[in-house]
Every structure is written in C-alpha cells, then in structure tokens.
C-alpha cells in the first residue's frame, strides 16, 4: 500500500483536523485546458479517450500539473453504465450524449441485463489501477457514477432533455416499470463502483445530476431511496482505509437533512445553497462538498478571491469542508482563472483550522 502524501481531502470527508480546506474540481479534467484538447484530439473522439488507459490517466494527471489540487478524479463518463447495458452510447457533436436504443416499454425494461464491469467495463478499471499507480501517492483518486435516476433519465429520454418529458411519463404512468429499471441500475451502480474501489478508487462519488428536476416526494421515492441502496451495497473499508462516499444531487439543497440519514460521508452543494445554512441543517452527521459558482470564474482574480473568502466564512471554523465548485467547470474558463481559485482556497483557508 503506497503511504498518501496529501490525506487531506480523505480527512476532511471524515471531519478529522486538516491544516487548510483540500481542493478539487468538479471536471477538473476538462475542455477548459488546452493539453486536454491536444490529447482528446490524439484519442479522436470522447469515447476513445475514455477507453485508453493511458490517454485516461494522461487527462486525470493534466490538471494535477498545473495546480496544487489535493483530489485527482477518474477521467470517464456517467453514462458508461448504459453503455455497458447495450445501449450504444454516442456523441453528437454540440448535442452532446446520445443512445442507438431508448427504453420507454415494460418490456425494453425487462430485456436490460444488469451491467458486468468486470466483462464490459475493464477499460475503467483499469484505467483506475493505471491512474492510482502513476499517481504515487500524491494525491487520492475519487471514482465516480451518475446515480439510477440521471442514468434512467438519459436512457428513456435518449440523451439530454430540457423537459424530462418521457422519464417523467414512464414514472407517474407507470411506476413499476420506473422501479424496476431503477432497481437494475442500482444493482449496476454497486458492483461498477465496488470494482472501481477494488481498482484503487480511494472515494467514489454518485453524480445525481437531474435529482432536482423531481418534486419532493418523487425524488424521495425515485432518486434518493436508490442512492440509499447503493450506499448500503458499496465496500467502506478497502486496501487498510475507510473508502469514502459523496453524494451530489444538482438542485438538492431541499434535501439535505434527508441525504444526510442515508449514510454517505459527505454531501455535494451546488451553489443555490449557502453552506453556512447547509452546516447547520447536517450537523456533524456528514462533511460538505462545494460550493462555488462556476461561472465566477469567467470574473476579476480579485472577484474569485473574494468570493473564495466568502463561501469559507460561511461555513466557518472546523473541519469536514471539501472545496469544490457548485458544478462542473465550464469549458470556456481561462485556466489562468482556476489557478487562481485553488490558490486563494489554500491561502485563506488555514487560519480556519487552527
């Protein structure tokens, strides 16, 4: 087992004493830097960048190089899930993810098989291991899944959706249907994630990107209920450490208490919740992840640092703070601009941990 030079993110998520808040950012890897085009364009497409193990641990490393971040997350994509499950996953040049085949009938539903990592996603896990032994112990590596709602969502939908409107169908008009589909990626969820683990994931997150389209008791019973269930399925405690377990549901500041009882060792804000009010909500049941608005990035140096100083005295003195952005940073951001994010959360973070 190679000795971690930097745990702090790993002790933050257990509210252990850290000497400054850790740093990551949510698609840190991402368009925004120009090495990341480079490669992307030596892969020749998204999905052939996902499955190289060596171009995936190439992207993961990139942002590594450029700033002092104390988290390294797994270069791949939510939908890999669906992908495995025979669906076709493409991408449409400016339309984004896209599927050969939708799911909308009972008996689309019946014929999904439940996802085999280890026969059809070995290209994650292994590009997992590849990640983890090159990174050496610098930092730890996060892997990561969309949840059974957001997957389910592009599945009936056949990619992005500005309305839901045939997921929403399928769930009020037939609930069971909706039920056994979530059931067979929960199940999906758990053994792709428990793999990654095995890999050498050091934490793993579940991305609930359109939780918060749902109405309260339709996310309860349709999103959270199966993020609980995957909670309880996944391994706590690998190669010596606790693994642990972020959820984060975009749009979900309205349940937080209830995201905070399911288990999970931190929760993710996007940026319509202030984290000071968050803290209070959770107590001391989880840590926090976020929580800054992306789009921040596109102002002043000065701004950013200002809004960096912000966002940490609202949540205050004491540990269990992870910073992140509200959401996935945007492509068009001036690197330069991140650079100055990481820096000003290092620099004005430690005199709350004293």
């Known amino acids: ?106 008996k689309e539903v019946e014929a999904l098989p439940i996802a085999n990592t280890e026969k059809d996603l070995s290209y994650v896990t292994d590009a997992v291991s590849t990640i983890r032994k090159e990174l050496n112990g610098r930092v730890p590596l996060i892997g990561f899944s969309g949840s059974p709602w957001t997957l389910a969502t592009y599945m009936v939908e056949g990619g992005s959706s500005k309305d839901f409107r045939h997921v929403k169908a399928m769930m009020y008009k037939q609930p069971e249907v909706m039920h056994q589909l979530l059931e067979k990626l929960a199940l999906s969820v758990i053994d792709y994630l ?55 549901t975009k749009g979900g500041g309205l349940w937080l208490p209830e995201m905070a009882d399911v288990g999970a060792d931190a929760l993710g804000l996007d940026w319509t919740m202030d984290i000071g009010r968050a803290r209070a909500l959770v107590g001391d049941k989880v840590a926090l992840q976020g929580n800054m608005d992306p789009s921040v990035l596109y102002s002043s140096p000065k701004q950013i640092r ?37 820096e000003a959360v290092h620099e004005f973070s430690a005199q709350y941990h004293l």
């Open 1 to 106: 087992m190679t000795e971690l030079k930097n745990d702090r993110f790993l002790r933050a998520l257990a509210r252990e004493p850290v000497d400054m808040t850790p740093v990551w950012m949510m698609r840190q890897a991402g368009r925004y830097l120009p090495e990341y085009r480079e490669t992307r364009s030596k892969a020749g497409d998204f999905l052939s960048l996902c499955k190289n193990k060596e171009l995936a641990c190439e992207v993961t490393i990139q942002p590594l190089e450029r700033y002092d971040l104390d988290a390294a997350i797994l270069f791949s994509d939510i939908l890999t899930i669906p992908d495995a499950m025979g669906q076709g996953l493409y991408f449409e040049e400016g339309e984004g993810p896209r599927f050969r085949k939708i799911v909308r009938t009972e």
């Open 194 to 248: 428990n793999a990654q683990i095995k890999a050498g994931a050091q934490a793993v997150q579940i991305f609930d990107t359109w939780g918060g389209n749902l109405s309260d008791v339709a996310y309860k019973t349709f999103s959270l209920a199966y993020m609980q269930k995957i909670v309880k399925g996944l391994i706590r405690e690998y190669d010596g450490r606790k693994v642990p377990v972020i959820l984060f």
């Open 306 to 342: 200002a809004e960096v100083e912000r966002i940490l005295k609202s949540y205050g003195p004491g540990e269990g703070h992870v910073f992140n952005l509200g959401h996935g940073i945007h492509q068009f951001v001036d690197p330069e601009s991140a650079g100055v994010f990481v």
